[in-house]
Each structure stands twice: as structure tokens, then as C-alpha cells.
């Protein structure tokens, strides 16, 4: 299984809203990434777990809070959202952080829309 | 720092024509260099990755990239393409120091019938 899911497909939300993404990967890697994309853009990277520690955070707003309960799941908590922050949400695993050559394996990603 | 250049933002091709996108690289030390491709409303899927041996490296779907050293490059290519292959392509390398992956600013693929 090289399936990296996620759930919802698309989520409209409000500025006051509280919501969840889920990611969830059973290969048994052990690196777990949220990127953000815009229409057209590149992914830009968000937050890295690695053995469900977070390694990276990118400068992220608090509004966004990411979360690794086990080695399969990573959600990403979101809060007070803002208009400008509608895009697309990408989660991605890898077999280890820190071994350069291992590919990313990226879910469908998760349409958001905050009105 | 680490970068990735996709010089063109669309690449028009015929049906069953070869196909080329473009991809340059800056790094210090030898490079880990990547392809993902997009399809419209998906996640990006991996493609192909070079990270040393062979300067000729291929993927999924017929598609091989030529990493070319002496012009730090690593075009993608394809023999014949296809209408299905149309999307959008990532070139990236990873960041040795800190594990990132640098994406270029992607090449949209069109393929005409």
C-alpha cells in the first residue's frame, strides 16, 4: 500500500470556525509533512513530524496546529482562519527524515475554502 | 542554497511527439533531484529521482530524465506523448542540510491531439 489519504476532499469554513484535516499513511514511514499550495503555485512546506515529533515548523501561524497522535495519522487543526489562507493542503510521507534520497509520497490533498 | 529553475511556465506538444521540460539546479555538492506531476485537484505524484549512477534515470509512465552535470540540469522527457499527460510538473531537489524539498515554480504541460 503507497497510499497516502486524506480526508475531507474539500472543507468550506467561516472565520470563527474550528476544524480538522486528517492525513493517515500506512506504509510505515516514519516522516510525516503539511505543505500549502496556491492555484498554480509550488507546495510550500508547512510542518514535519519525524517519529511523531515535530521537527519543523515554518514559521506557521498559531491559527494553524498541526498534530501526530501515532506513526500513521497527522492532522492539522485549524482556528480563525483567514480568507487568504483558502488553498489546497498537502500531506506527505517519507520512509525517514534526514535520508535525502527518499522520495515524498503525497496524499489528494484537502480543498479549503474560508469565507 | 539549494534551487531549482523551471525557465518555461507552459510547454505546448502534438500527440506522439517527443516532449522536453526543463529543470536547472544550484547546489553545493551533489544533487538529489526530483520529479512530481499534478494533475488537476490531486496531490503531486512521484515521477522519477536521480541521485547518482547513471546519468539517465527512468520513471513511471515512459517518462526519463538526462541529469547533465556540466550544465546542472535534469530535463524530463518522454519518446512519444500522450493527451493523459498533460498536467502540471514539479522539478525539486532536496536541501541536503535541512532535508527540505526545493520546488521549482512548476511547467504546465499541454498536449494537443
Known amino acids: 500500500d503507497t497510499e497516502v489519504t486524506q480526508t475531507p476532499k474539500h472543507l468550506v469554513m467561516g472565520m470563527t470556525n474550528k476544524k480538522s484535516l486528517k492525513c493517515e499513511q500506512h506504509m510505515g514511514h516514519r516522516a510525516m509533512y503539511w505543505y500549502k499550495q496556491k492555484a498554480k503555485k509550488p507546495p510550500e512546506l508547512m510542518f514535519v513530524y519525524s517519529y511523531e515529533k515535530l521537527s519543523i515548523n515554518e514559521s506557521v501561524p498559531s491559527r494553524f496546529s498541526p498534530e501526530c497522535p501515532n506513526s500513521s495519522l497527522l492532522n492539522l487543526h485549524l482556528h480563525a482562519l483567514q480568507p487568504e489562507d483558502s488553498a489546497l493542503y498537502l500531506c506527505?510521507?517519507?520512509?525517514?527524515?534526514?535520508?535525502?534520497?527518499?522520495?515524498?509520497?503525497f496524499g489528494p490533498g484537502t480543498r479549503l475554502t474560508v469565507t | 542554497a539549494q534551487s531549482v529553475a523551471q525557465p518555461e511556465d507552459q510547454v505546448n506538444v502534438a500527440e506522439g511527439n517527443p516532449l522536453t521540460v526543463k529543470c536547472t539546479y544550484s547546489v553545493s555538492g551533489n544533487p538529489y533531484l526530483f520529479w512530481y506531476v499534478q494533475y488537476p485537484n490531486r496531490g503531486l505524484q512521484f515521477l522519477l529521482k536521480y541521485i547518482t549512477g547513471d546519468n539517465l534515470v527512468k520513471g513511471s509512465y515512459g517518462f526519463e530524465a538526462e541529469f547533465n552535470k556540466s550544465q546542472t540540469s535534469f530535463h524530463l522527457k518522454k519518446p512519444s506523448a500522450l493527451v493523459s499527460d498533460s498536467a502540471l510538473y514539479f522539478c525539486a531537489v532536496r536541501d541536503r542540510g535541512t532535508d527540505k524539498l526545493i520546488f521549482g515554480t512548476g511547467t504546465r504541460l499541454q498536449v494537443f491531439p
Open positions: 506527505a510521507s517519507s520512509p525517514e527524515l534526514g535520508v535525502s534520497w527518499y522520495e515524498q509520497y
